[in-house]
Nanobody
Framework: QVQVVESGGGLVQAGGSLRLSCTAS????????MGWFRQTPGKEREGVAA???????HYADSVKGRFTISKDNAKSTLYLQMNNLKPEDTAMYYC??????????????????WGQGTQVTVSS
């Protein structure tokens, strides 16, 4: 059974940093493409970043230069380092595992498994 679990969310002041973590059990982690999405009430879930099995990364324009996605295969853990956080980064952040292809990296239906989300709140 596949289980995707996020952690690391919380409340931070604008300009601060947080690091999100995600584990994906039941899958061969080394071969996985994984990603982070976020969603605010009333809006669609949007892609934040993704890291392919070969290490190539993709970022939303809104987070480039501030967020870094990385994957530690030895620990079977995905990370999202978020620096210089802004109030508009406030959202529920979701980890996604197993990009099936057939669409862009930020195409939600192209992902196979999702975590339950971790809340990030940035105060001004």
């Amino acid at each position: 059974q596949v289980q995707v679990v996020e952690s690391g969310g919380g409340l931070v002041q604008a300009g601060g940093s947080l690091r999100l973590s995600c584990t994906a059990s039941g899958l061969i982690f080394d071969d996985l493409t994984m990603g982070w999405f976020r969603q605010t009430p009333g809006k669609e879930r949007e892609g934040v970043a993704a890291i392919m099995a070969d290490g190539m990364t993709h970022y939303a324009d809104s987070v480039k230069g501030r967020f870094t996605i990385s994957k530690d295969n030895a620990k079977s853990t995905l990370y999202l380092q978020m620096n210089n956080l802004k109030p508009e980064d406030t959202a529920m952040y979701y980890c996604a595992a197993l990009w099936k292809g057939g669409g862009a990296w930020n195409d939600r239906p192209s992902w196979g498994y999702w975590g339950q989300g971790t809340q990030v709140t940035v105060s001004s």
